[in-house]
Protein backbone atom coordinates (compact mmCIF):
# COMPACT_ATOMS: atom_id res chain seq x y z
CA UNK A 1 0.00 0.00 0.00
CA UNK A 2 0.87 3.73 -0.54
CA UNK A 3 0.18 4.95 2.88
CA UNK A 4 0.19 3.09 6.39
CA UNK A 5 -3.37 1.71 7.98
CA UNK A 6 -3.42 4.69 9.91
CA UNK A 7 -4.14 6.55 7.28
CA UNK A 8 -6.33 3.94 5.56
CA UNK A 9 -8.77 3.77 9.16
CA UNK A 10 -9.08 8.01 8.57
CA UNK A 11 -10.18 7.76 4.90
CA UNK A 12 -12.95 4.83 5.83
CA UNK A 13 -14.13 7.33 9.68
CA UNK A 14 -14.74 9.81 6.68
CA UNK A 15 -16.14 7.90 4.08
CA UNK A 16 -18.29 5.89 6.21
CA UNK A 17 -18.55 7.11 9.53
CA UNK A 18 -18.84 5.14 12.80
CA UNK A 19 -20.50 2.01 12.14
CA UNK A 20 -23.47 1.22 14.86
CA UNK A 21 -23.69 -2.68 15.61
CA UNK A 22 -23.81 -5.01 18.22
CA UNK A 23 -19.81 -6.15 17.93
CA UNK A 24 -18.40 -2.68 17.70
CA UNK A 25 -15.25 -2.68 20.04
CA UNK A 26 -16.21 0.53 21.81
CA UNK A 27 -19.83 -1.01 22.52
CA UNK A 28 -18.29 -4.42 23.51
CA UNK A 29 -15.63 -2.10 25.77
CA UNK A 30 -18.73 -0.48 27.01
CA UNK A 31 -20.05 -3.84 28.14
CA UNK A 32 -17.74 -4.91 30.14
CA UNK A 33 -17.14 -1.65 32.12
CA UNK A 34 -21.25 -2.10 32.92
CA UNK A 35 -20.74 -5.34 33.95
CA UNK A 36 -17.73 -5.22 36.20
CA UNK A 37 -19.39 -1.84 37.83
CA UNK A 38 -22.35 -3.83 38.81
CA UNK A 39 -20.95 -6.28 40.34
CA UNK A 40 -17.81 -5.01 41.95
CA UNK A 41 -17.82 -1.38 42.32
CA UNK A 42 -14.60 -1.28 44.72
CA UNK A 43 -11.22 0.45 44.26
CA UNK A 44 -9.64 -2.53 43.66
CA UNK A 45 -11.76 -3.89 41.02
CA UNK A 46 -11.25 -0.24 39.20
CA UNK A 47 -7.73 -0.76 39.33
CA UNK A 48 -7.89 -4.11 38.13
CA UNK A 49 -10.10 -3.04 35.24
CA UNK A 50 -8.51 -0.11 34.18
CA UNK A 51 -5.14 -2.41 33.63
CA UNK A 52 -6.88 -5.50 32.14
CA UNK A 53 -9.15 -3.86 29.87
CA UNK A 54 -6.83 -1.66 27.71
CA UNK A 55 -4.25 -4.72 28.00
CA UNK A 56 -6.69 -7.12 27.20
CA UNK A 57 -8.04 -5.09 24.32
CA UNK A 58 -4.44 -4.46 22.88
CA UNK A 59 -3.61 -8.40 23.26
CA UNK A 60 -7.29 -9.03 21.52
CA UNK A 61 -5.78 -6.62 18.19
CA UNK A 62 -1.84 -8.63 18.51
CA UNK A 63 -4.06 -11.78 17.84
CA UNK A 64 -6.46 -10.39 15.41
CA UNK A 65 -3.40 -8.91 13.32
CA UNK A 66 -1.60 -12.04 14.09
CA UNK A 67 -4.06 -14.20 12.53
CA UNK A 68 -4.93 -11.93 9.54
CA UNK A 69 -1.16 -12.11 8.79
CA UNK A 70 -0.99 -15.72 7.78
CA UNK A 71 -3.32 -14.57 5.06
CA UNK A 72 -0.62 -11.97 3.53
CA UNK A 73 0.77 -8.55 3.92
CA UNK A 74 -2.63 -7.10 2.27
CA UNK A 75 -5.38 -8.72 4.99
CA UNK A 76 -2.92 -8.00 8.04
CA UNK A 77 -3.13 -4.45 6.68
CA UNK A 78 -6.47 -4.02 6.05
CA UNK A 79 -7.33 -5.81 9.08
CA UNK A 80 -5.57 -3.24 11.13
CA UNK A 81 -6.81 -0.22 9.26
CA UNK A 82 -10.35 -1.47 10.15
CA UNK A 83 -8.82 -1.97 14.17
CA UNK A 84 -7.63 1.49 14.11
CA UNK A 85 -11.05 2.91 11.94
CA UNK A 86 -13.03 1.65 15.26
CA UNK A 87 -10.99 3.89 17.41
CA UNK A 88 -11.05 6.94 15.44
CA UNK A 89 -14.55 9.41 15.44
CA UNK A 90 -14.13 12.61 13.07
CA UNK A 91 -17.54 12.53 10.76
CA UNK A 92 -19.55 11.70 13.66
CA UNK A 93 -18.09 14.58 15.58
CA UNK A 94 -18.92 16.65 12.76
CA UNK A 95 -22.37 15.15 12.33
CA UNK A 96 -23.46 15.76 15.78
CA UNK A 97 -21.99 19.36 16.37
CA UNK A 98 -23.58 20.19 12.99
CA UNK A 99 -27.08 18.84 14.03
CA UNK A 100 -26.88 21.15 17.42
CA UNK A 101 -25.60 24.51 14.84
CA UNK A 102 -28.57 23.42 12.42
CA UNK A 103 -31.44 23.20 15.29
CA UNK A 104 -29.82 26.93 16.48
CA UNK A 105 -29.94 27.96 13.29
CA UNK A 106 -33.73 27.22 13.48
CA UNK A 107 -34.04 28.65 16.54
CA UNK A 108 -35.05 25.51 18.29
CA UNK A 109 -33.19 25.44 21.23
CA UNK A 110 -35.33 22.26 22.57
CA UNK A 111 -33.53 20.23 20.01
CA UNK A 112 -30.55 21.75 20.41
CA UNK A 113 -30.21 21.16 24.19
CA UNK A 114 -30.90 17.51 23.39
CA UNK A 115 -28.43 17.32 20.64
CA UNK A 116 -25.40 18.85 22.58
CA UNK A 117 -26.80 16.57 25.44
CA UNK A 118 -25.32 13.60 22.97
CA UNK A 119 -21.45 14.92 23.05
CA UNK A 120 -21.12 16.33 26.50
CA UNK A 121 -21.38 15.24 30.02
CA UNK A 122 -22.90 18.56 31.49
CA UNK A 123 -25.98 18.90 32.08
CA UNK A 124 -28.19 20.84 28.98
CA UNK A 125 -31.92 20.63 29.98
CA UNK A 126 -31.47 24.51 30.79
CA UNK A 127 -28.40 25.87 29.09
CA UNK A 128 -29.31 29.16 26.80
CA UNK A 129 -28.22 29.33 22.73
CA UNK A 130 -24.88 30.80 24.13
CA UNK A 131 -24.29 28.19 26.70
CA UNK A 132 -25.24 25.46 23.79
CA UNK A 133 -22.98 27.07 21.57
CA UNK A 134 -20.11 27.27 24.58
CA UNK A 135 -20.81 23.47 25.23
CA UNK A 136 -20.56 22.46 21.39
CA UNK A 137 -17.58 24.43 20.61
CA UNK A 138 -15.89 22.90 23.80
CA UNK A 139 -16.85 19.26 22.96
CA UNK A 140 -15.20 20.02 19.54
CA UNK A 141 -12.08 21.02 20.75
CA UNK A 142 -11.68 18.16 23.36
CA UNK A 143 -12.74 15.73 20.65
CA UNK A 144 -10.25 16.91 18.47
CA UNK A 145 -7.57 15.17 21.19
CA UNK A 146 -9.73 12.48 22.65
CA UNK A 147 -11.17 11.25 18.91
CA UNK A 148 -8.38 12.13 16.18
CA UNK A 149 -5.21 13.05 17.74
CA UNK A 150 -4.72 10.77 20.42
CA UNK A 151 -5.75 7.39 18.87
CA UNK A 152 -3.80 8.58 15.62
CA UNK A 153 -0.77 8.78 17.69
CA UNK A 154 -0.99 5.73 19.68
CA UNK A 155 -1.83 3.96 15.93
CA UNK A 156 1.42 5.35 14.43
CA UNK A 157 2.97 4.62 17.94
CA UNK A 158 2.06 1.21 18.42
CA UNK A 159 -0.58 -0.09 15.58
CA UNK A 160 -4.00 -1.19 16.50
CA UNK A 161 -3.11 -3.07 19.23
CA UNK A 162 -1.97 0.29 21.04
CA UNK A 163 -4.69 1.83 19.64
CA UNK A 164 -7.68 -0.51 20.58
CA UNK A 165 -5.70 -0.13 24.13
CA UNK A 166 -6.03 3.85 24.27
CA UNK A 167 -9.78 3.57 23.27
CA UNK A 168 -10.27 1.34 25.92
CA UNK A 169 -8.82 3.89 28.07
CA UNK A 170 -11.06 6.90 27.21
CA UNK A 171 -13.73 4.84 27.31
CA UNK A 172 -13.18 3.88 30.49
CA UNK A 173 -13.01 7.45 31.85
CA UNK A 174 -16.48 8.50 29.82
CA UNK A 175 -18.52 5.97 31.81
CA UNK A 176 -16.70 6.07 35.16
CA UNK A 177 -13.75 8.37 35.05
CA UNK A 178 -16.44 11.08 37.12
CA UNK A 179 -15.83 12.13 40.58
CA UNK A 180 -18.74 11.83 42.00
CA UNK A 181 -19.88 9.20 44.88
CA UNK A 182 -20.41 6.56 42.83
CA UNK A 183 -17.11 6.67 40.87
CA UNK A 184 -14.89 8.45 43.40
CA UNK A 185 -13.04 4.99 44.25
CA UNK A 186 -14.40 2.89 41.12
CA UNK A 187 -13.24 5.32 38.24
CA UNK A 188 -9.55 6.84 40.38
CA UNK A 189 -7.42 4.58 38.22
CA UNK A 190 -9.52 4.87 34.96
CA UNK A 191 -9.18 8.89 35.19
CA UNK A 192 -5.73 8.92 36.21
CA UNK A 193 -5.01 6.57 33.32
CA UNK A 194 -6.99 8.47 30.46
CA UNK A 195 -5.16 11.75 32.19
CA UNK A 196 -1.71 9.98 31.96
CA UNK A 197 -2.56 8.46 28.13
CA UNK A 198 -3.55 12.27 26.94
CA UNK A 199 -0.44 14.30 28.01
CA UNK A 200 1.30 14.15 24.79
CA UNK A 201 -1.82 14.38 22.35
CA UNK A 202 -3.15 17.04 24.37
CA UNK A 203 -0.42 19.41 23.85
CA UNK A 204 -0.02 18.63 20.14
CA UNK A 205 -3.83 19.03 19.65
CA UNK A 206 -3.04 22.39 21.06
CA UNK A 207 -0.09 23.28 18.81
CA UNK A 208 -1.93 21.86 15.63
CA UNK A 209 -4.93 23.50 16.24
CA UNK A 210 -3.27 27.04 16.73
CA UNK A 211 -0.86 26.77 13.60
CA UNK A 212 -3.66 25.65 11.84
CA UNK A 213 -6.25 28.30 13.28
CA UNK A 214 -5.89 30.60 9.86
CA UNK A 215 -7.02 27.82 7.93
CA UNK A 216 -10.58 28.22 9.75
CA UNK A 217 -10.21 32.08 9.86
CA UNK A 218 -8.73 32.12 13.52
CA UNK A 219 -5.64 33.46 14.96
CA UNK A 220 -2.63 31.35 15.39
CA UNK A 221 -0.92 33.37 18.21
CA UNK A 222 -3.73 33.79 19.88
CA UNK A 223 -4.59 30.02 20.14
CA UNK A 224 -0.71 28.99 21.25
CA UNK A 225 -1.16 31.97 23.87
CA UNK A 226 -4.23 31.27 25.34
CA UNK A 227 -3.88 27.59 25.48
CA UNK A 228 -0.33 28.27 27.52
CA UNK A 229 -1.30 30.84 29.62
CA UNK A 230 -5.09 29.54 30.52
CA UNK A 231 -4.76 25.82 30.21
CA UNK A 232 -2.80 25.25 33.04
CA UNK A 233 -5.72 26.41 35.64
CA UNK A 234 -7.86 23.70 34.68
CA UNK A 235 -8.75 20.96 36.97
CA UNK A 236 -8.03 18.52 34.34
CA UNK A 237 -4.12 18.57 33.04
CA UNK A 238 -5.18 17.92 29.62
CA UNK A 239 -8.53 19.23 28.29
CA UNK A 240 -7.59 22.82 28.71
CA UNK A 241 -5.05 22.52 26.43
CA UNK A 242 -7.22 21.95 22.86
CA UNK A 243 -9.96 23.72 24.13
CA UNK A 244 -8.02 27.15 25.35
CA UNK A 245 -6.20 26.92 22.06
CA UNK A 246 -9.73 26.85 20.45
CA UNK A 247 -11.04 29.70 22.02
CA UNK A 248 -7.26 31.46 21.62
CA UNK A 249 -7.91 30.95 17.99
CA UNK A 250 -11.44 31.95 17.15
CA UNK A 251 -11.40 34.43 19.76
CA UNK A 252 -13.96 33.62 22.45
CA UNK A 253 -14.50 32.81 25.68
CA UNK A 254 -15.13 29.07 26.62
CA UNK A 255 -14.89 27.39 29.90
CA UNK A 256 -16.23 28.48 33.44
CA UNK A 257 -19.00 26.55 35.77
CA UNK A 258 -21.16 23.97 34.34
CA UNK A 259 -23.51 21.20 36.00
CA UNK A 260 -22.76 17.91 36.21
CA UNK A 261 -25.74 15.88 37.46
CA UNK A 262 -26.29 19.08 39.35
CA UNK A 263 -23.49 19.35 41.14
CA UNK A 264 -21.44 22.59 40.29
CA UNK A 265 -18.32 22.20 38.54
CA UNK A 266 -16.11 25.33 38.73
CA UNK A 267 -13.74 25.94 35.90
CA UNK A 268 -11.95 28.52 34.96
CA UNK A 269 -12.49 30.51 31.74
CA UNK A 270 -10.42 29.98 28.67
CA UNK A 271 -10.04 32.95 26.27
CA UNK A 272 -11.06 36.28 25.98
CA UNK A 273 -14.68 37.19 24.27
CA UNK A 274 -13.48 39.13 21.66
CA UNK A 275 -16.87 38.63 20.06
CA UNK A 276 -19.38 36.67 21.01
CA UNK A 277 -20.30 32.84 20.32
CA UNK A 278 -22.00 32.29 17.11
CA UNK A 279 -23.38 29.66 14.22
CA UNK A 280 -20.19 31.10 12.68
CA UNK A 281 -17.93 30.54 15.75
CA UNK A 282 -19.16 26.69 15.67
CA UNK A 283 -18.51 26.33 11.93
CA UNK A 284 -14.93 27.64 12.45
CA UNK A 285 -14.32 25.22 15.02
CA UNK A 286 -15.68 22.20 13.45
CA UNK A 287 -13.70 23.18 10.10
CA UNK A 288 -10.30 23.62 12.78
CA UNK A 289 -11.43 20.00 14.15
CA UNK A 290 -11.34 18.53 10.28
CA UNK A 291 -7.56 20.34 9.82
CA UNK A 292 -6.59 19.13 13.13
CA UNK A 293 -7.18 15.35 12.23
CA UNK A 294 -5.92 15.70 8.48
CA UNK A 295 -3.02 17.53 9.52
CA UNK A 296 -2.18 14.69 12.35
CA UNK A 297 -2.40 11.98 9.59
CA UNK A 298 -0.61 14.03 7.05
CA UNK A 299 2.61 14.93 9.84
CA UNK A 300 2.37 10.99 10.89
CA UNK A 301 2.20 9.29 7.46
CA UNK A 302 5.66 12.23 6.63
CA UNK A 303 7.61 10.70 10.20
CA UNK A 304 7.19 7.48 8.11
CA UNK A 305 8.19 8.03 5.15
CA UNK A 306 11.31 9.77 6.62
CA UNK A 307 12.11 6.74 8.88
CA UNK A 308 12.09 4.37 5.85
Request: net charge positive.
Amino acid sequence: MMFSPVAGAMLLDLVLGDPAFRWHPVRLMGSVIAWVEMRWRTKVSGVLLALGLPLGSAAIGWALLRFAGGFGAEARWWTSALLIYFCVACRDMLAHAGAVLLALRRDDLETARLKVAMIVGRDAAQLDRQGILRACVESVAESACDGLVAPLFFAYLGGAPLALAYKALSTLDSMIGHKNERFALFGWASARGDDLANLIPARITAALASMLAPLAGGNARAGLLCAWRDAPGQPSPNSGWPEGAFAGALGVRLGGPVLYGGIPSEKNFLGTSLRPLSLTVGVQACVLFLWVGLATVVLGEGILLALG
